[in-house]
């Protein structure tokens, strides 16, 4: 059984998302806010606004907005032929790629976060991706032959891929390598619709793709905006816990959306690059809070890889915002780290647990 990548489950699922995080934001109320719904990046965004930017429609600043993530896919996507990405993709060159300076520094804050953890986090790993059923060539699910595992593994490295901002350039070591930048591309898309936003005046909003998000001032009212963690249950959609966001941006990763069950084992689109196989622990879900998307989106991968013991450590170590939920037979159990914790009581009563 797969979920997600099939249209009409990823539709579904985005509307749910979507509902989540209505209920948890706007729904007190709705008619104040302005709203602007999309497609990107094989997923839905949204934005909602307390008020329009001087002298724009609703209109005018979705065209604006879509420009930018048009550009953004234009340098980045995978499921495009023609993207930058997707031609040095294409290249079976060893020698330095030009590329625009702002998917070379993408690459460059991908590449730190693989150094700081130990490869955990790894943009090369699309080849395995593929190998699994998963990403552009995606084929129906069968389990892969060891020997088949580790022939890919030989392409796929973050050290075997170097970047240069002077001029912005990135290199293959090996002819075969494949960048995927899928867990830091919806995050660093929030970024920029953000970044525009702010450009453009506005000061209280709500951006959102796949997901991942971004909140800046307060809701009509004052009130802060409210976000949904979800309960990382592949067959409903219930509220786990309810967050409170201030300009702050956050970010989920979970093994229950997109994944594969076979002879009771769940197969999921996060793959350990330690192993070339699926991550395999009680991990469910890692939702991540800081105050740049692409790093929440990253970083909640990255932890995911990692597992309940190593990825909390490392975001302790870190001194970032996590919450971690695992599965304990047919329940769940939390934990976070001291940042996250922190947060919680220095904005007041910032997170509800809806369950206790
Ligand atoms: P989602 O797309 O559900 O928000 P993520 O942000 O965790 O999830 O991104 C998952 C995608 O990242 C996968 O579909 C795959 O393309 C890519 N990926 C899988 N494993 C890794 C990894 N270890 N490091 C970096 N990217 C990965
Ligand atoms: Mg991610």
């Given at each position: 059984?797969?979920w ?13 998302m ?18 602007i ?25 979705k ?23 997707s ?6 060159s060893?020698d330095?790629?030009?590329v ?11 590449q730190?976060?693989?150094a700081?953890s ?18 552009p060539?995606?084929?129906?699910f069968?389990?892969?032959?060891p ?26 070591h090996?002819?075969e390598?494949?960048?995927?930048l ?29 997901g ?38 956050m ?5 229950y959306?997109?994944f ?25 879900s ?11 989106d ?8 990692l ?6 450590a ?31 009581s ?9 369950e206790?």
């Open positions: 059984m797969r997600s990548l099939s249209a009409p489950i990823r539709v579904w699922t985005c509307l749910l979507l509902l989540a995080v209505l209920l948890a934001s706007g729904c007190s109320d709705p008619d104040t806010l302005v709203e719904h999309g497609s990107t990046m094989g997923t839905t965004y949204s934005i909602k606004l307390v008020e329009l930017p001087l002298s724009l429609t609703a209109d005018t600043l065209a604006q907005l879509d420009a930018r993530l048009d550009a953004v896919n234009g340098l980045m996507s995978t499921y495009r032929p023609d993207s930058e990405l031609r040095f993709n294409a290249s079976r060893t330095w790629f030009p625009d300076p702002e998917l070379a520094d993408l690459v460059a804050r991908a730190s976060i693989s700081l130990d490869g955990a986090f790894d943009i090369t790993v699309g080849p395995l991706v593929n190998l699994w059923g998963f990403g060539d995606a084929h129906p069968r389990v892969p032959d020997q088949t595992i580790e022939k890919v593994r030989a392409r796929v490295g973050h050290d075997k891929l170097d970047v240069r901002d002077q001029p912005p350039a990135l290199r293959k090996h002819p390598l494949y960048v995927d899928s867990a830091i591309a919806k995050g660093y898309g929030v970024d920029q619709l953000a970044d525009l936003l702010d450009r453009l005046g506005a000061t209280a909003y709500l951006a959102e793709i796949g991942e998000l971004m909140a800046r001032g307060n809701k009509p009212g004052g009130q802060p905006w409210r976000i949904a963690i979800e309960r990382p249950d592949a067959t409903s959609r219930t509220v786990y816990r309810i967050v409170t966001l201030e300009d702050d941006a970010a989920t990763s979970g093994d959306r997109n594969y069950e076979k002879d009771g084992q769940i197969y999921s689109h996060t793959i350990d690059p330690g192993t070339g196989r699926p991550v395999a622990h009680a991990l469910a890692v939702t991540v809070i800081t105050e740049n998307c692409a790093t929440a990253a970083l909640a991968t990255t932890f995911l890889v597992g309940p013991e190593r990825g909390l490392l975001a302790e170590s870190l001194g970032i915002g996590a919450f971690f939920v695992s599965r304990v037979g047919d329940d769940y159990a939390h934990s976070a780290t001291t940042a996250f914790e922190a947060s919680v220095e904005k007041g009563l910032r997170v509800s647990h809806l206790d």
